[in-house]
């Protein structure tokens, strides 16, 4: 059903259709606008927006793009994206005409904006699910905001604005009708700017709401491209960034390395979908010509280096498995990736490590810090101030331009991103951020396994069946794995080869099931000969433990 038509007159009705297509511009442009602030803080590369130009310019015929860098030269872009921007203005006020014509319409019509911008995103290449939380959050609150708009300043009932048209005419000395009276449970309220019948508190109201969701769009938008720039800027810094080659590089992945079976964790994890654990709200934007690298504290000779003089040391390759202390029995937040650096042990041999050190606190630009005992910066793990990932330099949101990464140690105590300093001090006068929030002080890794196939509720055919996953224990490595079905035996998996012993390790195990519920468990030997627990305990403050158990049903 529409909604009344509020406007005695013409002059009235054309302020009607003003108010409503201005509501739709403003609450459309909030979300927009706040849609392209979480794309800069959380998928910098794709907003909603370029997608969106992005598949236009896409779909253009070749005629029309040289036709517009012939007219515009190098403000081609410029012009089209201002153009983008009127455009979705006139949409936008559409938007607010149609909710007033038929109570829905309008928010539909945003919808179909966001649907726009999740596909225009999903076309884009390398983008992650993040990337999608930002048309999702563009539609929906500017969906919220017209709604709420239409009802506290649009969408009054008639009897209200019968009495408001009469108490103008009475204000004027007009004569006019007696007002229709209002329900018992309405109580008066000031002029309605939509009825155009005087110049109340409400009028007012409605203009100052405009006016500060119009400011807030802006700032919004100012924040995004702000912080889109400075991400845009380093991207194409990283973008030139050629990386030496190692001095040792890591050994080719045997094929016997990799299984074959559907479901089960890639060997190398995509950096797309490296998991990324941090105290970064956003992700810091370092510019790699003027970042630097100071060893102070505990040492003989304070360093200084830039990138240029980190990329020229001798580097290593090695491929490492790492880990989050926040991940539960079974969890994701695990990933193995190809590390090309710079060990550490060399750097703090240049330094000269004074005695009674026994920790190093490395610091990130944006003020995080962790506590990394000597020991394990000093020893014969690969541990290294990283530069590259998979043979490319590190991905912004995994701490470009250099990182730390120690094998064995959970990622809190270890793997600082976006490095800035390394000081070496001791447990006793320091503490790296989350120790004093009650996370242990030490962070070794725990021996850990996951089954992949099959997944919790899985439902494969009765009969032979092969499970698979992996297992991980950095610096011990895996020397077997075993799973349990229904509570019976143990039995042996086989486990792929194993890359070194700082990464994960493929298994399978053939199963024979039959038909029915079924319960299937996992645990694993580290290289010492210790059995993973079975105890079953939180993440905090050390690490989760316990077997991994998965519930399924055999058709």
Request: aromatic share 6%.
């Amino acid at each position: 059903m529409g909604l009344p038509d509020l406007a005695p007159n013409g002059r009235e009705a054309m302020e009607a259709r003003r108010n409503w297509g201005l509501a739709g511009v403003v609450c459309t442009g909030v979300g927009v606008a706040a849609g392209e602030l979480i794309a800069a803080v959380v998928s910098p590369s794709a907003s909603p927006v370029s997608a969106v130009g992005q598949g236009v310019i896409g779909a253009l015929p070749g005629g029309t793009k040289e036709w517009a860098i012939h007219l515009f030269g190098t403000s081609d872009k410029t012009v089209f994206l201002a153009t983008m921007v009127v455009i979705m203005a006139v949409l936008a006020a559409v938007a607010g005409l149609l909710e007033r014509t038929r109570r829905g319409l309008g928010l539909a019509l945003i919808a179909v904006f966001g649907v726009a911008g999740i596909v225009a995103v999903a076309a884009r290449p390398d983008i992650s699910g993040m990337a999608f939380v930002a048309p999702v959050v563009a539609a929906g609150l500017a969906m919220v905001l017209l709604a709420w708009v239409r009802s506290r300043f649009l969408a009054p009932s008639l009897a209200r604005v019968l009495k408001a048209e009469y108490d103008a005419r009475r204000r004027a000395r007009v004569p006019g009708p007696p007002p229709v009276p209002a329900p018992a449970d309405t109580a008066p309220e000031p002029t309605d700017p939509a009825a155009g019948a005087g110049q109340g508190t409400t009028r007012r109201s409605f203009l100052g709401y405009m006016g500060a969701g119009a400011a807030v769009a802006v700032l919004a938008g100012g924040a995004a491209v702000m912080l889109r720039r400075a991400s845009v800027a380093v991207a194409g810094l990283r973008a030139k960034v050629v990386l030496p080659r190692a001095l040792r590089p890591a050994p080719p992945v045997p094929a016997a390395a990799v299984l074959d079976i559907a479901g089960i964790t890639p060997l190398v994890t995509d950096p797309n979908n490296f998991y990324r654990i941090d105290t970064a709200l956003v992700v810091p934007a370092v510019n790699s010509d003027t970042w630097k690298l100071t060893v102070t504290g505990l040492v003989e000779h304070e360093i200084t280096m830039d990138f240029a003089q980190l990329l020229a040391k001798p580097m290593v390759e090695s491929y490492v498995t790492i880990g989050c202390v926040s991940n539960d029995v079974g969890g994701n937040l695990v990933g193995n990736a190809r590390w090309l650096g710079w060990p550490v042990r060399e750097l703090l041999a240049e330094a000269g490590v004074k005695p009674g050190a026994d920790m190093v606190l490395s610091r990130s630009t944006d003020g995080f810090t962790a506590g990394t005992p000597l020991a394990a910066m000093t020893d014969a793990r690969n541990a290294m101030i990283a530069v590259g990932m998979d043979g490319a330099p590190l991905p912004l949101v995994h701490g470009y331009p250099a990182r730390l990464i120690v094998p064995g140690l959970y990622g809190y105590v270890s793997a600082t991103k976006w490095l800035a300093e390394l000081k070496v001090t001791t447990f006793t006068a320091d503490q790296g951020y989350w120790t004093p929030l009650g996370w242990s002080a030490l962070g070794p890794i725990k021996t850990a396994s996951r089954i992949d196939v099959p997944n919790a509720g899985a439902t494969p055919a009765a009969g032979r069946y092969v499970a698979a996953g992996v297992a991980w224990s950095p610096e011990r490595g895996i020397a077997a794995v075993q799973v349990q079905l229904d509570g019976g035996p143990w039995q042996g998996a086989t486990l792929a080869a194993a890359l070194n012993k700082d990464t994960w390790v493929q298994w399978q195990a053939p199963l024979d099931l039959t038909a029915g519920h079924h319960q299937l468990k996992v645990r694993a030997v580290d290289g010492t000969g210790a059995v993973q627990t079975g105890d079953i305990a939180p993440p905090a403050p050390n690490g989760a433990t316990g077997w991994h158990t998965v519930e399924f049903t055999a058709r």
